[in-house]
């Protein structure tokens, strides 16, 4: 079965320094996307990230980057620069036939 | 429209009652989910559709959630007898194939009392 695990459930960080937040998964597929999703208090989920398991290259964003390690099943997200704005719930997300979801992490900016 | 709305934003019922909650995709998104999300928590898949296949319904919590698609427009998830412990958040998202990003609505808060 497919399970996303992110196992920081709160992280802080100061504006303007870099933060990194973990993920996991488990799956036995070879071909997949990975995605992080940003949700502020607002509530809308906003696409931070996408990554193609089948592309070796780490997907960039701006201040956003991941670090994905197929073969270890991770899928970090760094924040660079990280502004008030950026504070939110952070989803990890696996998709193959179905989407599944971790459980989250709360970042917090603190100025 | 420009994105995935969703109808009503906010929604109060007593216990027992019936409500429809509704989802409008992006046009053209063959890919429609539905999940809730309590308070401080992840999201809990519900049901997909895509396209004119049998909808995936694994993740209807009770017979008393039951949701429907017309084609690729608009869906409706309802919860029949509703209890204190359905107060959610209820999210719908669409997406343009079924292997690719999300869209999500802004979810419908519903508050059993």
């Known amino acids: 079965a497919q399970t996303v695990t992110q196992s920081q459930p709160e992280m802080s960080v100061q504006e303007a320094e870099t933060v990194t937040l973990s993920c996991t998964y488990d799956?036995?597929?070879?071909?997949?996307?990975l995605f992080w999703y940003k949700q502020p208090p607002s509530r809308q989920m906003i696409l931070v990230i996408r990554?193609?398991?089948?592309?070796?290259q780490n997907a960039t964003e701006n201040r956003f980057s991941v670090n994905f390690q197929k073969a270890a099943k991770s899928f970090s997200l760094k924040i660079s620069d990280s502004q008030l704005g950026d504070a939110a719930m952070y989803f990890c997300?696996?998709?193959?036939?179905?989407?599944?979801f971790g459980t989250g992490t709360s970042l917090t900016v603190i100025p | 429209g420009a994105g995935v709305s969703q109808s009503p934003s906010n929604k109060v019922t007593e216990k027992g009652k019936d409500v429809e909650l509704r989802c409008d995709p992006i046009s053209g998104h063959t890919a429609l989910y539905w999940y809730r999300q309590r308070l401080g928590q992840g999201l809990e898949f519900l049901i997909y559709f895509q396209g004119n296949s049998a909808p995936d319904k694994s993740g209807l919590p009770s017979d008393r959630f039951s949701a429907e698609r017309t084609g690729e427009s608009v869906s409706t998830l309802t919860i029949q007898r509703t209890q204190q412990e359905d107060s959610a958040v209820y999210l719908c998202?669409?997406?343009?194939?079924?292997?690719?990003?999300?869209?999500f609505g802004p979810g419908t808060r519903l508050t059993v009392l």
């Open positions: 799956t036995s597929e070879s071909d997949y996307y």
């Open positions: 997300a696996y998709n193959w036939n179905q989407f599944y």
């Open positions: 998202a669409s997406s343009l194939v079924i292997r690719n990003e999300q869209f």
């Open positions: 990554q193609e398991a089948y592309k070796q």
